[in-house]
């Protein structure tokens, strides 16, 4: 099963909130809008029965509610969860009741229901699921100390790893359990001779001398596979071998992400070998996956994560907090959970856009346009954005608000460069859609009317010319969602700022020549940017 949609009530920031939950989600948002707690709503309902604190509660005198929706059923879950299905579908809910002690202390317990047929019926947790339905879930916190992550421990992801490794028949341990039974028989002889009997007749001896009648015995636990390593420590060679822990904190966390990633690998494939169980969904959160890690790195990372969402054998969701644009793609709009909190009494809430908004060669180009860009990624992240046409454009506006004492950094103003004019309205689309539901986005547009000069050799040519920039311009305009947050560079950029550069090396001639412009701007820019920023 995968879980495909979710709602929360009364946690931490979270007044009410619901959203689609799709393969890979990355939830994008400003410092303490409430990102971290989406995650943590999502282990309540799986994973928690107590909430941790008093804290979790928004307001005390009502309950925490969680629901989640699953669909795509495996057929052994269906056949488990016969009793309990909304026709395909697989409603869980969890509330978080408050509880005042007399000692002024605080307390809480949890109910759990499933819904059908829009009745919530209570419970128990074993009678849904009993460790063998509801997805897995793993968290990787921001700050996640390596030492405890690899301890060989049922807890933690690597113990788990290892759990399934020394399991596996893929590998051949033939040898290794011949030498363990020879060491475990020699281990427990009893005989006169026997290592651990002399020892424990040595030891007793004496103590008898203080302790009449004191008899000893050494017994030693059967050594299993996953025994023998109980004391191994991790090396990674990287030109210095050395400890794991004593590499840096990117290269610990790749290690981190690994052992998970295989671990939900070797899972399925366990699974699918045992008692006709189907495989089983991992569901990994991560919080800010891209610390430590250089942007190659982060983008490696988020291609790693499309690629294993991607294979359907194994059955991963992954859900992630971020500040980089190397972990987010405009291209990949499905993925993005856009995470605000405009108020308190508002509370924390995810905008998504989950439709298909392009189809056939509109959504090719707009793939090929955004494809590794993090500076047009960087719109997701800003408070007002900038469409324009080209770089020529992209590396001269700047200078222009500068001029007016506006900075775009201090301003957190983004400057998204579309590749042409052509491309802007495929930007709109996507901004207009993901402001359908809250009005996050604050876009202005700065275009070109295109409208050749009166003297044109090529009548001809220059109506088509007239005729084709119209049509880009309309839809422009069609597509504005506020019609006054546009500017028009009539007839060009160039000639509208008198600059005299010709057509090679636009962008760094139009920058040169607007820092050395000694006269005014015009009037009718100065005014725009001024009313908006």
Do not use: W
Request: proline fraction near 3%; charged fraction near 35%; charge should be negative.
């Amino acid at each position: 099963m995968k879980i495909k949609h979710i709602s929360i009530k009364n946690f931490r920031s979270i007044v009410e909130c619901d959203f689609e939950f799709n393969d890979l989600l990355a939830l994008v948002g400003e410092n303490n809008n409430g990102k971290s707690n989406i995650i943590d709503a999502i282990e309540m309902l799986l994973v928690k029965n107590k909430a941790n604190n008093d804290y979790d509660f928004y307001d005390k005198s009502k309950n925490i509610e969680i629901e989640i929706l699953f669909n795509k059923l495996t057929d052994f879950e269906r056949t488990k969860l016969t009793n309990y299905l909304d026709n395909d579908d697989f409603i869980l809910k969890k509330e978080f009741i408050y509880e005042a002690k007399e000692n002024g202390e605080s307390d809480s317990k949890s109910i759990m229901y499933y819904v059908k047929n829009g009745e919530t019926n209570k419970t128990k947790a074993q009678n849904i699921f009993a460790g063998e339905t509801l997805p897995e879930f793993y968290k990787v916190p921001a700050v996640k100390e390596l030492k405890d992550e690899t301890k060989i421990a049922t807890t933690t992801y690597f113990g788990k790893f290892l759990d399934l490794l020394f399991e596996s028949d893929d590998y051949d341990f033939e040898n290794l359990d011949n030498l363990l039974d020879q060491i475990n028989t020699e281990l427990k002889r009893n005989d006169e001779d026997a290592p651990l009997r002399k020892g424990a007749k040595e030891v007793e001896g004496v103590m008898c001398e203080q302790f009449k009648d004191c008899y000893l015995k050494f017994e030693v636990d059967t050594l299993k596979r996953k025994g023998l390593i109980s004391q191994m420590e991790i090396f990674a060679n990287d030109g210095c071998n050395t400890p794991l822990s004593n590499k840096g904190h990117g290269t610990q966390r790749a290690f981190i992400f690994s052992i998970l990633l295989l671990y939900a690998q070797k899972l399925n494939k366990k699974l699918q070998n045992t008692d006709g169980k189907d495989k089983k969904d991992i569901i990994i959160a991560i919080e800010e996956p891209e610390i430590y890690l250089h942007p190659h790195q982060q983008r490696i990372i988020y291609n790693l994560f499309k690629k294993l969402i991607g294979t359907e054998t194994e059955q991963i969701q992954i859900i992630y907090t971020t500040h980089s644009s190397f972990m987010i793609n405009i291209g990949d709009y499905k993925y993005l959970g856009l995470v605000t909190k405009n108020s308190i009494v508002e509370g924390t809430k995810v905008t998504q856009c989950i439709e298909d908004i392009f189809d056939g060669d509109d959504r090719e180009e707009f793939k090929m346009v955004c494809q590794f860009d993090p500076e047009r990624n960087e719109m997701f992240f800003a408070d007002k954005i900038i469409l324009c046409e080209g770089d020529t454009e992209k590396y001269s506006l700047p200078i222009i608000f500068d001029k007016l004492g506006i900075n775009l950094i201090d301003k957190r103003i983004s400057m998204v460069e579309c590749g042409s004019k052509s491309i802007i309205p495929l930007f709109q689309k996507v901004l207009n859609k993901f402001n359908e539901k809250e009005g996050k986005f604050d876009y202005y547009v700065f275009y070109d009317l295109d409208i050749p000069p009166k003297k044109y050799k090529d009548e001809k040519h220059k109506q088509e010319l007239i005729k084709e920039a119209e049509q880009i311009n309309k839809t422009i305009d069609d597509l504005m969602m506020d019609d006054d947050k546009k500017f028009i560079f009539s007839p060009d950029f160039e000639r509208y700022l008198s600059l005299d550069i010709g057509e090679d090396s636009k962008p760094y001639k139009a920058r040169k020549k607007i820092l050395e412009l000694e006269k005014d701007l015009p009037k009718e820019i100065v005014q725009f940017i001024k009313k908006y920023f």
